[in-house]
C-alpha cells in the first residue's frame, strides 16, 4: 500500500496497472478526498473539468430509490418516536420535546449512513462494508503520526494485529474494487458543534492511523480482499463549506466519492424529507406540552379564585403581622403627613438613631467548607 497526503481537492490516485491515459481520463472525472494514495504526487492536476460538465460512468436517480429511501426515514421516525424518556425536575413536561431533539441526531446519522449504502449500489464496484467495523489504533501509527507530517508517512503499512492502544470504528468503508481503493468514511450530521474544540484533529489521526493498517485488515478479515489506495474523509451533512486539504467534505460532493452522479441530490431529498416528518413531531409534542402547563395553570386559578380565605402580601421585608389591606393603609397615612412636620418630634434626635444603630457583626467570605461535626 502508499500512503501520501492529498493537498488540493483534484488529482488521481495511480496504479501500476493502468496506463496514462486512463489515468487522466479518471483524474478529470473526479475529486479525491483527504488520505493516503499511491504516487499522489504524480497527480495529473493539469486536467480539471468544471463542476457542471463532470459526469460519472454511473447515475441514480430519486424515482429510483424514492420507495427505499421513504421507508429508511420511515424506520428511523418509529425509532425515534419509541424512545421513552426520562422524568426530568428541570425540563418538566419539556422532557418529551428534549428527548425527541437527542433523539433525532443520533438518528439523522444512522440515517446518512444506510442512505449512502442504498444509493451505492448504483455502482457494482462500489462495496460498502457497515458491519464490525472496530479498526485498532495500533501504537506504532499513533506515535508515527504524532511525530511526523502525513505526507512522509507514503508507503508504510502495518500489521492490523500488533499492539494497539484503543480502535476506531468508522461510518463506512468503502471499496472500490475497479480502482483497488478503499475509502474510511466518517458522517456527520453537522459540523457546527467542531469549530471550537480539538476533537476534529483527534477524529482525523483516529482515521488516519486507522488507514494504515487497513489493507492488512481487510485482507485479514474480507476474505483476502485487497486494496492498493486508503483514503480517509469526514462528511458534513449539513453540507458546509468543504476543506479536501485537510479531509473535510461536503455532503454535496459526494457523487465524487461514489462515481455516481444524482447521489448528492438524493441525499438532499432525503434530508428535507427526513426534516418535515421530525418537524411535525416536535409541534405535536410542544402542542401538548403547552397545553398541559396551561390546563395546570387554570386549575391553579381557580383554587385561588374560589377562596375566600384573605391573602397575605406575598413579600413582606418587614415581617409585619398585617394584611395587605392594613399594610396599604398604614402606607397611604404616612403620605398624608406635611414634609415640614418632619423634625424631632416625628424621628426623634439624631443622637438617639444614632444611639439606637445596631452594632456590626461579623462575617466569613470565602470556599465552602464542609460543616463541623457536632
Sequence with gaps: MSTNTVSIPYGEVLRSVINT??????????????????????????????????????????????????????????????????????????????????????????LLEQAVDRLAKANPNILVLTQSLKLPLVKAAMEALSGNDWSSLDGVKLDCEAPAKGSYTPDLILVNRARHTAYILDLKRSLASYGDTSRLEELKIKMMASAMVLPDWLYKNHKRLMVDAVEVAIVDGASRPSDHANGVWALSEIDDLLEIDGVAACMAELRLRFGRRVQQLLEVEA??????????????????????????????????????????????????????????????????????????IFFRVGYARRPAAH
Design 287 to 360: 402542542r401538548k406540552a403547552i397545553g398541559v402547563n396551561e390546563q395546570v395553570m387554570t386549575v391553579a386559578a381557580d383554587l385561588v379564585g374560589s377562596s375566600s380565605l384573605p391573602m397575605r402580601s406575598r413579600i413582606n421585608l418587614n415581617r409585619l403581622s398585617r394584611t395587605f389591606e392594613e399594610d396599604q393603609t398604614a402606607r397611604s397615612a404616612d403620605d398624608d403627613l406635611p414634609c415640614d412636620d418632619l423634625g424631632d418630634d416625628v424621628f426623634g434626635p439624631c443622637d438617639e438613631i444614632e444611639a439606637d444603630a445596631p452594632k456590626p
Design 21 to 110: 491515459s486512463e489515468a487522466v481520463s479518471a483524474a478529470a472525472s473526479r475529486l479525491r478526498p483527504f488520505g493516503f494514495g499511491r504516487n499522489a504526487a504524480q497527480a495529473v492536476a493539469s486536467v480539471h473539468e468544471p463542476a457542471v460538465l463532470r459526469r460519472h460512468p454511473h447515475l441514480v436517480r430519486i424515482a429510483d430509490v424514492e420507495a427505499d429511501l421513504d421507508l429508511l426515514i420511515d424506520r428511523a421516525i418509529a425509532a425515534i418516536v419509541d424512545g421513552e424518556p426520562t422524568e426530568d425536575e428541570i425540563l418538566g413536561h419539556y422532557v418529551n420535546i428534549a428527548s425527541l431533539v437527542r433523539a433525532v441526531s443520533f438518528r439523522e446519522g444512522k
